[in-house]
């Protein structure tokens, strides 16, 4: 699934690609875009911002309207020059926006939607969420705050918890629980304010960094069974919270 890093990195790749350009088509080629009917509405806008909220991408279009999209876990954005090899099939393609030199392409995910920009600015969805630590005003205070709001939930599931803070994926998850020596598993009430804040400055620069430069932390996520890369115990893996997303720990040094 595209964790905040990733969904920050597409709105620069999207921005970049416009650079003031003008969409000259549009066109939605797979059957099952929600923008079938609608794609074409975009025609000779040009993109007045591209912004990250979490794991949700806002395009900003000139003439009041707005693409709403979430990658989920196989969606994402590409940006090609003509006669460039597509990393897919051009048929599969949910959003293709012609900008005459380059096209700008969006593939899947659960959430792809052209809305009017004061609708958007009122939908439940986005302003439920919590602060995303790739905002310039986030804090680690703000964010062990934020976490403090669900005492009795598991650290890992609260992390995953959008709307108490946004961006972080069972990626970042895993690896900053890690790096903090934090048992996944114990609820938000055992730790103190301090340790929490700890614990959201070392999320904050791992996201900080994958958006930079595009790499994750690789010590602990999909390692169950191999020796910790800290104490040489062995890892264990195990779903977590309502969704059974999986938690990688060791629980030798993050007991």
């Known amino acids: 699934m595209a964790e905040g890093d990733s969904v920050f990195r597409m709105a620069r790749l999207v ?9 000259v088509s549009a066109s939605a080629p797979n059957p099952r875009s929600p923008l079938r009917q609608t794609a074409d509405r975009l025609a000779g806008r ?30 994402g954005w590409y940006a090609y020059a003509p006669g460039q ?10 959003l293709v926006m012609d900008l005459g030199d380059r096209e700008v392409v969006q593939f899947g995910g659960p959430t792809m939607r052209l809305v009017r920009k004061g609708e958007l600015g009122r939908d439940s969805r986005l302003a439920l969420l919590g602060p995303d630590l790739l905002d310039p005003a986030f804090t680690p205070e703000i964010g062990a705050r934020a976490l403090m709001a669900a005492p009795t939930v598991e650290l890992g599931e609260a992390l995953l918890d959008q709307k108490l803070v946004c961006g972080i994926g069972n990626i970042f998850k895993s690896e900053s629980c ?26 904050q620069k791992q996201l900080l960094h994958g958006a930079e430069t595009g790499r994750r932390p690789q010590r602990i996520y999909k390692m169950a069974g ?22 990688y720990w060791c629980p030798n040094c993050q007991s």
Do not use: Y
């Open 46 to 75: 040009e993109l007045e911002v591209a912004r990250s909220h979490g794991k949700h991408l806002v395009l900003d279009f000139s003439g009041g309207l707005s693409l709403h999209a979430h990658m989920g876990m196989s969606g």
């Open 226 to 247: 191999r020796p910790c890369p800290r104490c040489r115990h062995r890892v264990k893996s195990r779903g977590q919270g309502l969704d059974n997303r999986t938690t």
């Open 15 to 23: 921005e970049a690609a416009f650079d003031g350009r003008t969409i």
């Open 85 to 94: 090899a597509w990393k897919r099939q051009r048929r599969s393609a949910w």
């Open 178 to 203: 890690w790096a903090a020596k934090f048992d996944p598993w114990r609820k938000v009430e055992t730790f103190s304010q301090g340790e929490l804040e700890d614990l959201m400055e070392i999320a």
